[in-house]
Structures are given as C-alpha cells and as structure tokens.
C-alpha cells in the first residue's frame, strides 16, 4: 500500500478545479479537432495532387536537408528576424510537448499506472521550463511584430498577421492567467519555480479577490483558453501558420541537388508544348513549393535584379503563381487560362531575372523560383519565339558561328600565341582538357585569364590540352528558354568530347563549370 504523500510535496494537479462536464469535454473537442485538422491538411495536399504525372525522385539529401533546415532552421536563423523565429518556434515546441507531457502524466500516469511522473523535482523543473519557454514566445511575438509594424520593410501587413501574432499571444497569456489563478488559491511553496504565473498570482492577491472569484475567473478562462488552443489547431491548414508543414513538404520535393540545374526537355523535337503557360503545366511538387511561400521576402533582399531597379520582385512572381493555383483550386472562371508567361507574370519580370539562384538560396522553404521563371521563359521562347531586346542577335551568333559576339571562330585560339599550348589529338592520354570558354577566348582582359592558367599548367608538369573544335555550350540560351540551341550545343560539345581521352576537364569559368560538371550528365555521354 503507497503512503500518502505530504500536503507540501510538490505534484501535478489534474484537472484541478474542472468540473466532470470540462473534463470529458476537452477530449471530445480534443478529437474533433485533430480530425478537423487532419481534413484540411488533407483537402491542401488534393490541391497539390490534381497533377499525378509526376513521381517523387529519390534524393539521397533529403533526410540531411530536411534536418538542416525543417529542424535545425540554419538558412532561418542566418538573421536577427530569423534566429527570433527560431526562439518562438523552440518555445512553442515546447509548450506543445508540455501539454503532450501533461496529457500523458494523467491519463497514463494516473489512471493506468497509478503514479504521476510530473512530481517531485521533475515536477518543479517542468513548471519552470513552460514558464520560460512562455515568456519566450511572447518576447519573440513582440519583436516581430515591432519589426513588420514598427520598422519600415515591405513586409505585409494584412489581417492574416494580426491574427496569427494576436492568437498565439492570446493562448500563451491566458495559460499564465490561469495558472496565475490556481497558485493564488492553493499558494503552494514552490509556486516560485513559476516566475510568471507566481508575479501574476501576487497580483491577484494584493488586489484582494475572494478565493471563490479566483476560481469562477479561473474555470471559465479555463474553458476560454482551451477553445482558443483547440481552435488555433483545427485552423492551422486555413491560416498563416499553415507553413508549419507546408514548409517542411517543400523542402522535402525540392530537386534534389545541385541548385540550379534545370531539367532537361526530353525528346524535345517530338514536343508539341514548352514551359509553363499556366497552371496545368505546374507539377504537384511545384504546387507544393508555391504554397510553402511564407512572405519574408528574403528573395527580394538579395537579388541583384530588385536592387538594380528592374521591375522583377521574386517573392511577387511567387505569389502570383500561388494565388493562380488556390484561385484554380477555387474554382475561378478564369484561373486555367493559358496566360500566366508574359501576362499574370509579365515579360518585363521574366527576363529581368539573371537566374543567378540567390533567392532560392536564402528562401527558408527552398523554393526554387529560378526554375518557374524559365519554365515561363521557355514558353515565350520556343512557343513564342519572344526574347528580351539584344538576345536574339547573341542566340543568332551562338547558332552560326560557336559565340555570342559573332566574332570569327578561326580566331577562338588567339589568345594561346606564343604558349605553345597543345591542342587534343585523338589516340592520346591527357590528365587534363582545359575547358577555355568564350570569354576567355575572345575577350582581351580575360585572356590574361587563360594565358595564366596555361603557364600554371605548364609550370606544374601536367599533361595537358585544350580542345580546337571548343564552342560555346550555350547555357545563357538554356537560361533564356531557349533549350533547343543548348541541346543542340551540348550534344555537339559531348561529341567533340568522345574524341579524346582525359582524366579531368579544367575551366576557370563559373558558367561553364556549372553547366559541364552539372547538366552535360543528364544527356547520352554527358
């Protein structure tokens, strides 16, 4: 038989001052909100869905991404906004998994076993933790909303935010009040391990309110704050905090690495259809992507095109790709028209974009907006035949004579003079195939570039060459939509390639190194 406890030890009290009817009511709302939530969830990923053609590739990165920055928030917590992001997320984790605790100590603990766990110092050290992680939450709610409100930044600044900011602070203040309540009633000696919940509790008591007040305040608040947190859940697929697993999701169906490279059009001459004209043409895991947008505006901070004064803005060519996709999802008259390239996002935006990759690299869901854009892109260019002032000349000159410029392909080799550099023959053996590219060729400051890297070369004793038959691989062309030139180019280059035998394949140029180490593989030979 287990002795009773003293009167002064500390234990959780369950469900103190709750009447039967409260008791078996929070587990039926309990379960009709998991259920609520679990539908719309459910009715968000039926959006994503409506696109079945496409199968998740398998990504041996994904668990270690998903960790990295669903988990850990390391692209989150790389700003001050983000690292107090992170702090409101850890608090309210562990209000959650307080709450879970609490749930599993009384209904486990208590009826099962007999024997709460939430007792003693285990007990003390819970309170206290809650408590801190309370005030965290709020500290964290305040900075941001001083930072959209207080500051000038092109945050929004609508009502979805009012309510998300003014609901998360409703439930976390009324869970101090309430336990600010019970410790003015009971007073137990350790209400001070519950810093706030005891300051408020002196409150009350310095103010001289009758322990029967204290308790009606308390049950009714009681059932108030349970609504209010039942309700915040069963809303999460309908309100900004939707992004608590849109984001993860996101993250989870990005391409898998490396950033940048895009798909190849297969069979391209047999295609009837290029890029993305409108939503139909958005596979599932891009649906998903476009709904994980959470309005940071990270993407517009670092691109080189929003602070040269264009008129691109990423997070807006995002979210006018999203709103399209709910506006379908709705039921729009309007939503499926074959008008988002160069009408929902305009041409002006769309060639504005350098495709430099910033926006995705800093964007906490890694949407990958490079990619939407030349999927548009590629329907204005190969549908269209539509390109930005300038580009059809460089396209032009790529085509006829191996470069941008137009310049005379016999001269591709002039910046060697004098090096005696060695050019590829077939039946030889070389450890290196230095890759020159177009500006390194063609360009005078740039030449220094390749001049130097031949003497390097030569100096450390590496057999070496570079290739005569070397054109442009026409990446920019790629970029701009225009994938029939650069598979034309790749499988040119490839060709060339298979002529001769090297170890490895040198270049200095970044574009260049991309588009060989990364996209080449994806075609035969590559």
């Not at 309100?239 to 999701?249: D, E, K, L, S």
């Amino acid at each position: 038989m287990t002795a009773p406890l003293p009167a002064d030890f500390p234990i959780r009290p369950g469900f103190w001052n709750v009447p039967l009817w409260g008791e078996i009511g929070v587990y039926v709302a309990a379960v009709i909100t998991i259920a609520l939530c679990a539908w719309g969830v459910c009715k968000n990923i039926e959006v994503w869905r409506r696109r079945k053609d496409e199968k998740l590739p398998s990504d041996p990165s994904r668990r270690d991404r998903l960790l990295k920055e669903a988990v850990l928030e390391e692209k989150v917590r790389q700003t001050s906004a983000g690292r107090m992001h992170a702090v409101l997320v850890v608090g309210f984790f562990l209000l959650f998994l307080g709450t879970a605790t609490a749930t599993l100590d009384w209904d486990v603990g208590h009826y099962v076993f007999g024997k709460q766990f939430l007792r003693g110092n285990v007990y003390l050290a819970y309170k206290l933790i809650l408590d801190v992680a309370g005030a965290a939450v709020l500290v964290a709610l305040a900075f941001a909303a001083w930072r959209r409100w207080g500051t000038a930044n092109e945050l929004p600044k609508d009502g979805r935010f009012v309510l998300a900011y003014a609901s998360l602070a409703f439930i976390v203040i009324t869970g101090f009040v309430i336990e600010a309540l019970r410790l003015a009633v009971q007073q137990p000696a350790w209400m001070h391990f519950s810093p706030v919940g005891s300051a408020l509790a002196k409150v009350f008591l310095a103010m001289g309110i009758s322990t029967a007040a204290l308790e009606t305040a308390h049950i009714w608040l009681w059932v108030i704050h349970g609504i209010a947190a039942l309700a915040f859940i069963a809303a999460v697929p309908l309100t900004y905090y939707a992004h608590i697993y849109r984001v993860p999701t996101a993250i989870a169906v990005r391409k898998p690495a490396p950033n940048g490279a895009l798909p190849k059009i297969e069979n391209i001459e047999e295609q009837e259809h290029f890029g993305i004209s409108s939503i139909k043409d958005l596979s599932w895991t891009d649906r998903a992507q476009l709904d994980a947008c959470v309005e940071c505006g990270r993407c517009n901070d670092v691109c080189p095109a929003v602070r040269a004064g264009t008129p691109l803005k990423p997070r807006t060519v995002v979210l006018k790709l999203r709103d399209r996709v709910r506006a379908a999802a709705a039921g729009a008259d309007d939503a499926n028209a074959d008008d988002l390239a160069g009408g929902v996002v305009t041409k002006d935006e769309l060639f504005s974009c350098t495709t430099c990759g910033a926006c995705a690299a800093v964007c906490p869901a890694d949407i990958q907006t490079p990619d939407f854009i030349v999927g548009l892109r590629r329907h204005l260019a190969l549908e269209q035949g539509e390109f930005p002032e300038g580009a059809a000349e460089a396209l032009e000159n790529t085509a006829s004579v191996g470069n941008p410029w137009g310049l005379d392909p016999y001269e591709r080799m002039d910046w060697a003079q004098g090096l005696d550099v060695p050019v590829a023959e077939e039946g030889e053996d070389y450890d290196i195939l230095y890759w020159v590219g177009c500006a390194a060729s063609y360009d005078r400051r740039a030449r220094r570039i390749a001049r130097a890297m031949v003497k390097i070369l030569k100096t450390a004793g590496v057999k070496f060459a570079v290739m005569a038959e070397e054109r442009c691989h026409a990446e920019f062309a790629r970029r701009l939509g225009e994938e029939y030139l650069y598979q034309t180019a790749a499988q040119e280059n490839i060709e060339n390639f298979s002529r001769f035998k090297f170890k490895e394949l040198l270049t200095a140029c970044p574009h260049c190194f991309n588009t060989l180490k990364n996209e080449y593989p994806a075609f035969e030979g590559g």
